[in-house]
């Protein structure tokens, strides 16, 4: 099994940084307790706030990919719906 890190970026809308910011750290609790999940970590911009950035790592694709359809995935979407400006994610193996 080939483990995977995670680098999602999020980026908030204005005026609702405390309302993202609170269901991310849920979420951030939630998924540490997932099966798979190696390292969850949640960093926020200095300069830019609105800005957050996960860390992830899991044990491999297909567990990552269970996250996504978990129900705490579920949960953070419906409660922070219409308030995030964009979001991207990498896929990225340790080559060193």
């Not at 706030?49 to 491999?60: A, I, K, V």
């Not at 219409?82 to 060193?96: A, K, P, Q, R, T």
Request: a negative charge; one cysteine or more.
């Amino acid at each position: 099994m080939t483990e995977l890190t995670i680098a999602a970026n999020i980026f908030v809308k204005v005026g609702k940084l405390d309302q993202v910011k609170d269901e991310l750290l849920k979420l951030t609790q939630a998924t540490r307790n997932e099966q798979g999940c190696i390292q969850y970590k949640l960093h926020q911009d200095n300069d830019n706030p609105l800005h957050f950035l996960f860390y992830e790592t899991w044990e491999s694709r297909t567990l990552w990919q269970a996250h996504m359809h978990h129900q705490n995935i579920k949960n953070y979407k419906a409660a922070t719906e219409g308030c995030i400006e964009s979001v991207s994610l990498s896929e990225m193996s340790d080559i060193s």
